[in-house]
Structures are given as C-alpha cells and as structure tokens.
C-alpha cells in the first residue's frame, strides 16, 4: 500500500497487565490479562496469559538458546467493530489534519487515509471502505497494529504500519497481512512470558564442602517438573490460543573456579527415566563417584564460589486447530555460595 502518513494514533501500544499468583511458586498457575480504560479500544486485541507467566506483564525468566529467535515485535489483531472504528477514525483524523505542519505530503496522505475509509477509495490488494463499512457492522471487525511492549527495538516494535483492515467473522484475515495474530505468534508470547522455577539444587555436604571431596548435586523430579504457559485472544467470531509447554531436560553446573572437576566431565547432567537429575545422597556413598556432581581442588578462602545452576528446557507448543509444533530450548539459571574448606579427609 503506497501511503506514507504518521500512524502512531492508530497502533494500538498493548496496556500494562495485572497479574495475581497462586499456588507455591513452582510452576504454580497465574492469570493475567491486558487491562482497557472502558472504551473498548483494547478490550478486542487484549491477550489473555494463564499457567506459570511472569508478574504484572513483564517477561519472564527463560532465555532461548537460540540467540536469532525473538517473539513478534509487533502484530495485528481484533481492534473495533465499524461503528466504534467511525467514530474513533473520524475524530483521529481531524485532530491529525488540525495538527501543526500537516499539509503537502503529509496533508495530502491524511486526505488519502480519509477517502480510503469515507469514499471507497483502494490501492492494490487494499480495498477502500465506503462510510467506514457502517454496512457490515456486526459481521466483523477492523483490525490494526498492535506493539509488543517488551520489544526494546522501537523501529521493530513499530514496524506493524498496515492501516486497519476489515475481517469478516470467522474468516482469516488477508494473506498480505503475514504479522496478523496467529497461533504460532501467541505462543512466542506465551514462551515470552512464561516463569520458570527457581534452578537451586541440592548438594550433599550442603553450602559448605571440602578440598578433593565429591559433592554430590541432584534436583528433585516433583519440583522439576513441566511448566505450561498460555496465551489466548478471544473475540466475537476470532478464537485462538496456544500452550506453550517447557520439560527439563538437563542441568548444567559451572562450579564457580577452573580449580574444580565436575561430574560428568562436561557439567551436563542429563534428565533420568523418572524425571528428577542426579542422584540423591546416601550414607555409604562417601567414596563413591556422583552421577552429577563437583569436586573442588583448591578452598575458597574466606570467602565461597559461586556455583551456577542452568537447567535447559525442552520447549514446544499446541494451539488452535492441532497447530503446534517445537520452540527453542530455553535456559534458566541461578547462582549459590559454596564454601570449600582445606580438609584433605572426612568420614560421613
């Protein structure tokens, strides 16, 4: 569509969330939604989160091991039905025709932007709409752009400039609108937002350890367990959703000094056959090897090292109509003091 004009009154920015948890915190269920301010310009292109997301709208704490994937900056969705997108257009467009500098090009574009809505007026692939399609109200709804408020590349966030389009109910939108909500793009938002729990494995001896002893590490499978988030857009004649759903797969532990062995070798301790990792400690095992694990070689002083725990998560997503499919893993770590002291031997 050959129009160039200022669209920032017609990009919808979606609004701050709400969000209030529930359960213990370890993948517990939470629910949050984007709010309006009563006019009903948000209500249509509001998403809805559930399952285990991150607090009042923000992003959550998983990182994707692919660094080239990012969620949507940027999408179209549901915004007003046509007598609503009247009255809001027509108030719009006198406001930017009053504006200060608005006239050649930019004057001119308005005037375009208005004949496309009031006369019928089109481009290639873009038909015009007579009286705001008033005719049709009720059997559809204008779509426009909306931002992802946690995409920090303004260009990008933006980038979603198509005017608003008309989709009939139960119908999908124009194939030339490729960024038009779907269910893939929902669950890249899902995944956004999801919150995974806190990565603090057990050790054994606990905090404190000792020179060329084995501590062992392990996670319990009835706190590792899979975590699902869900995001979910919900209008008259337009219902979509997708799960995004996040397994651990492995544990990753980085002991905090190149003055340590960990076990296995490369520090990746794999998922067992009944979900947990590692292996618990038993009495008797003092000078057995741990299935996962460290062994410091030199003390921490008076101070303690910083062993890194990042568990890796295996991620896919099912939404609307059998869509679904795999996401990037994602990462999660967290960092706990380990005190080693200059014993050489111990009995436990």
Same mark, same amino acid.
Request: with cysteine.
């Given at each position: 569509m050959a129009l160039t004009l200022p669209l920032g009154a017609l990009i919808l920015s979606e609004p701050a969330h709400a969000v209030e948890p529930t359960g213990n915190g370890q993948? &517990? +269920? /939470?629910e949050q939604q984007g709010g309006g301010d009563g006019t009903g310009i948000y209500a249509a292109a509001r998403i809805q989160y559930s399952g285990s997301v991150a607090k009042n709208g923000g992003t959550g @704490?998983? /990182? +994707?091991?692919?660094? @080239?994937? /990012? #969620?949507?900056?940027?999408?179209? &969705? #549901?915004?007003l039905g046509a007598k609503d997108f009247k009255k809001k257009m027509s108030k719009d467009i006198d406001s930017m025709k009053n504006a200060p500098g608005m006239t050649g090009t930019a004057g001119s574009a308005i005037g375009e932007m208005q004949r496309h809505y009031e006369d019928g007026y089109g481009w290639t692939d873009t038909p015009g709409y007579e009286d705001y399609n008033i005719k049709n109200d009720g059997k559809g709804m204008f779509w426009a752009g909306v931002e992802n408020p946690n995409e920090p590349d303004y260009l990008k966030r933006t980038s979603c400039t198509d005017l608003p389009f008309w989709v009939e109910n139960g119908e999908a939108p124009p194939p030339?609108? $490729? $960024? &038009?909500?779907? #269910? $893939?793009m929902l669950a890249a938002l899902a995944y956004q937002h999801m919150q995974l729990p806190d990565t603090k494995v057990t050790l054994a001896p606990e905090a404190e350890t000792k020179v060329n002893l084995p501590t062992w590490a392990w996670l319990d499978k009835a706190v590792f367990d899979e975590v699902q988030a869900t995001a979910a857009l919900n209008v008259p004649g337009f219902n979509i959703q997708a799960t995004t759903t996040a397994r651990p797969v492995s544990l990753k532990l980085e002991p905090g000094t190149e003055d340590a062995v960990t076990y296995p070798a490369s520090g990746e301790c794999v998922i067992n056959a009944d979900h947990s990792i590692g292996e618990p400690y038993a009495k008797g095992k003092a000078d057995d090897t741990p299935p996962c694990g460290i062994r410091y070689l030199r003390s921490s002083g008076d101070g303690a090292y910083k062993l890194k725990a990042t568990i890796t998560w295996d991620i896919a997503w099912t939404g609307t109509g059998g869509a679904g499919g795999d996401l990037p893993n994602g990462t999660f770590g967290n960092e706990q003091a380990v005190t080693v002291q200059e014993i050489q031997a111990v009995n436990r």
């Open positions: 993948g &517990a +269920s /939470t @704490n998983v /990182t +994707s091991t692919d660094v @080239n994937w /990012t #969620p949507p900056p940027c999408w179209y &969705a #549901p915004y030339q609108h $490729e $960024e &038009a909500i779907k #269910p $893939e």
